[in-house]
């Protein structure tokens, strides 16, 4: 048994900049649902083989859509979206050291995506803090 608690998400302003996120991406890789960013990373980062369910399908298609890694490198733009606040922190830190690297990634955390404007019941697991 674990304990849930729930947040509201309310709907998105009606205005968000993106002014310049994607200046110069000949693609762009949308994770929506990034979880804990594994397929985010994969796009840049061959080490992440084998983690968290990321294989040789998942990069020999990057390699199909994307060319290989270094000229994905160059670009890919990566744009993730993840409601539950519990990832946020990991999401910010990768997307850190990605632009450290020179690869360019953002994270919108703690924001979920949808086909309608609106108000959603998200449920967590009681973890920790977010």
Known sequence: FRSKR???????PDRMSFDGMFDGCWHVFLDVGANVG???DAVFNTTT??????GPSLLNAFEHVFGEQPERRRSVCVLGIEANPHHSRRLLAMQAAHRANGWRTTFLTRTAAANKDGWATFYLDQIAPA
């Open 6 to 12: 729930t947040e509201r998400a309310g709907p998105v």
């Open 38 to 40: 594994q397929q985010s």
């Open 49 to 54: 083989l084998g983690e968290g369910g990321v």
